[in-house]
C-alpha cells in the first residue's frame, strides 16, 4: 500500500518537472521569435542613415591631373565662376567667332568686249562648291569709242538658281584718249557692297549696257575691264 502511494507520488512529481520544463521551453522559444521579429521590422522600416555633407578637397599638380568624367545633363545653380590659367601674351587662349567663318579672299576680273551690234554684254563669275562668296566691290574700267556712251552696269548674285539680289552702279566719265588714231572716252563704275552668291557656275552677273546709235556693225571691237572683291565662306550643311 505504501508502495503504490510512492509511485503515485513519484509519478506525480516526475509529471510537474516535465510540464515545468515544457513551459520554460515555450516561454523561450516565444522570446527568441518577438526578438527576431523585433530585428526583421526593425531592418526593413529603418531608413538608411545619410551621410553628411561636406566639401572635398583634390590636391593634385598639372602633371598629374584628376580625370573627370560627366554623363548626363548638369545642373549648375546659383553662379559659376570660372577662371582661366596661363593666358598671357606668349600663350594666349584661342577664340574663334562662332558667327563669322574662317574667310578666303576672293579677287577676279574679266575682260567683257562689246562688238559691233552689241547693245549689252554679260560676263559670268564663277563660286567654288561648298563655298558662299561674299562681294564687297565691283569695278569696271574701259574706253569707249567717240560717240559712244555706256549707260548702264550692274551686278546680279544668284542663290539656288534664283536671283538673289541686284546692284546697279552709274557709269562715270574721266576724261578723252589724246590718241588722234584711236580716239575716245574712258569710264569708271565702282561701289561697295555686301552681296552673297552661293556655290554654283555663274552664280555672279556682271551687266554692261551701251546707248543705242546708228552704224554699231561699223564700230570696231572694244572692251572693258571688270573686276569683283570680296571673301569665300564654308557654306553651313
Known amino acids: ?5 510512492n509511485n503515485e507520488k513519484s509519478f506525480k512529481n516526475l509529471l510537474s518537472s ?5 513551459a520554460g521551453f515555450a516561454i523561450l522559444i516565444g522570446a527568441l521569435a518577438l526578438t527576431s521579429s523585433a530585428q526583421v521590422k526593425t531592418a526593413t522600416t529603418t531608413s538608411p542613415t545619410t551621410p553628411p555633407i561636406a566639401p ?24 559659376l565662376n570660372v577662371s582661366i590659367s596661363d593666358n598671357s601674351a606668349t600663350n594666349p587662349l ?3 567667332d562662332v558667327d563669322n567663318a574662317p574667310r578666303t579672299a576672293f579677287a577676279q576680273s574679266k575682260k567683257l568686249t562689246f562688238n559691233g551690234p552689241d547693245r549689252a554684254v554679260l560676263g ?8 558662299r562668296l561674299v562681294i564687297e566691290s565691283f569695278t569696271v574700267f574701259g ?24 546692284q546697279h552702279y552709274a557709269p562715270v566719265f574721266t576724261g578723252n584718249t589724246e590718241e588722234t588714231f584711236e580716239p575716245g572716252v574712258f569710264i569708271v563704275s565702282s561701289g561697295n557692297m555686301h552681296l552673297e552668291a ?5 552664280t555672279v552677273t556682271v551687266r554692261l549696257e551701251r546707248d543705242h546709235i546708228i552704224g554699231l556693225s561699223t564700230i570696231p571691237p572694244f572692251s572693258f575691264d571688270v573686276s569683283i572683291t570680296g571673301y569665300l565662306v564654308d557654306v553651313q550643311q
Not at 559670268?124 to 563655298?131: A, C, L, M, S, T
Open 1 to 5: 500500500m505504501n508502495k503504490t502511494i
Open 18 to 22: 516535465i510540464a515545468r520544463q515544457a
Open 56 to 79: 572635398v578637397t583634390v590636391v593634385n599638380t598639372t602633371a598629374n591631373p584628376v580625370p573627370v568624367a560627366v554623363a548626363g545633363t548638369v545642373n549648375v545653380g546659383g553662379t
Open 94 to 96: 584661342q577664340v574663334h
Open 124 to 131: 559670268n563669275f564663277d563660286v567654288p562648291n561648298g563655298k
Open 143 to 166: 574706253k569707249l569709242p567717240s560717240g559712244n556712251k555706256l549707260v548702264a552696269s550692274s551686278i546680279n548674285a544668284f542663290q539656288g538658281g534664283e536671283q538673289f539680289g541686284t
Open 198 to 202: 552661293v556655290a554654283g557656275a555663274g
